[in-house]
């Protein structure tokens, strides 16, 4: 499945806010990610078009199953990024930071090495901002 990074960020940032708010809304979405109203309009736009998220009349955003696994996915890598990171020593924020640029072409290999290593060694799992 062919995504843009770009399009991996809003999903993941999407996944990431309702876990911690309950819904999604762009107005948040915008705040989050440090970008214009209208780049997200443009970006929820497209995702809808692509069938990776939905939207209701009074503006809140929902994964469809598959935006779902994308963001998971997504989120998932970024964790494991920020824990391996750390464990290097790694200040959080330079991690957090790191994580979102290497997490959108990491291999499933490497994923995978990386998880074994943060289990072999007994390092918890976590995002960097926690």
């Known amino acids: 499945?062919?995504?843009?990074?770009?399009?991996?960020?809003y999903?993941?940032?999407?996944?990431?806010?309702?876990?911690?708010?309950?819904?999604?809304?762009?107005?948040?979405?915008?705040?989050?990610?440090?970008?214009?109203?209208?780049?997200?309009?443009?970006?929820?736009?497209?995702?809808?078009?692509s069938g990776y998220i939905?939207?209701?009349?009074?503006?809140?955003?929902?994964?469809?199953?598959t935006g779902e696994k994308?963001?998971?996915e997504v989120f998932e890598k970024h964790k494991l990024l920020c824990s391996f990171l750390k464990a290097l020593g790694i200040k959080d924020d330079i991690a957090y930071m790191d994580a979102c640029?290497?997490?959108?072409?990491?291999?499933k290999e490497s994923v995978k090495a990386i998880k074994a290593y943060l289990k072999k060694n007994n390092i918890?799992?976590?995002d960097c901002l926690d």
């Open 1 to 9: 499945m062919n995504i843009y990074e770009s399009s991996e960020d």
């Open 11 to 49: 999903l993941e940032m999407m996944l990431m806010l309702r876990e911690k708010k309950g819904f999604i809304k762009s107005v948040d979405i915008a705040k989050e990610l440090g970008v214009t109203k209208p780049s997200v309009s443009y970006a929820v736009k497209n995702l809808r078009e």
């Open 54 to 65: 939905t939207m209701e009349k009074g503006g809140e955003i929902h994964l469809t199953d």
């Open 70 to 72: 994308i963001a998971r």
């Open 101 to 107: 640029k290497i997490e959108h072409d990491l291999s």
């Open 124 to 126: 918890e799992i976590t």
